[in-house]
Nanobody, 116 residues
Framework: QVQLVESGGGLVQAGGSLRLSCTAS????????MEWYRQAPGKQRDLVAT???????NYADSVKGRFTISRDNAKNTVYLQMNSLKPEDTAFYYCNLQQFNGMKYWGRGTLVTVSS
């Protein structure tokens, strides 16, 4: 059984910064991909950023240059540093882990609210 727990969400003014964390526990294989998604009220869940176990990253166009994904493999933790936040970044942010065998796991999410 794998569990993901996100933390670090909160209320911030536009232009501010937040750092999200997501820690995975359970049977975690060394080859995996960790991702951050977000879902605003009434909208679909969208991919924000991806990082492989080898450190390769990818970002949605809407967050390029503002968000940085990183990970600590020893701690099974992925981070999302969010700078220059905008009101449109307001959403629930979810952590996702995909193992090499195709199994996917989700966290429960953490709310980020950016006020204008």
């Amino acid at each position: 059984q794998v569990q993901l727990v996100e933390s670090g969400g909160g209320l911030v003014q536009a232009g501010g910064s937040l750092r999200l964390s997501c820690t995975a526990s359970g049977t975690i294989f060394s080859i995996n991909t960790m991702e951050w998604y977000r879902q605003a009220p009434g909208k679909q869940r969208d991919l924000v950023a991806t990082i492989t176990s080898g450190g390769s990253t990818n970002y949605a166009d809407s967050v390029k240059g503002r968000f940085t994904i990183s990970r600590d493999n020893a701690k099974n933790t992925v981070y999302l540093q969010m700078n220059s936040l905008k009101p449109e970044d307001t959403a629930f942010y979810y952590c996702n882990l995909q193992q090499f065998n195709g199994m996917k796991y989700w966290g429960r999410g953490t709310l980020v609210t950016v006020s204008s």
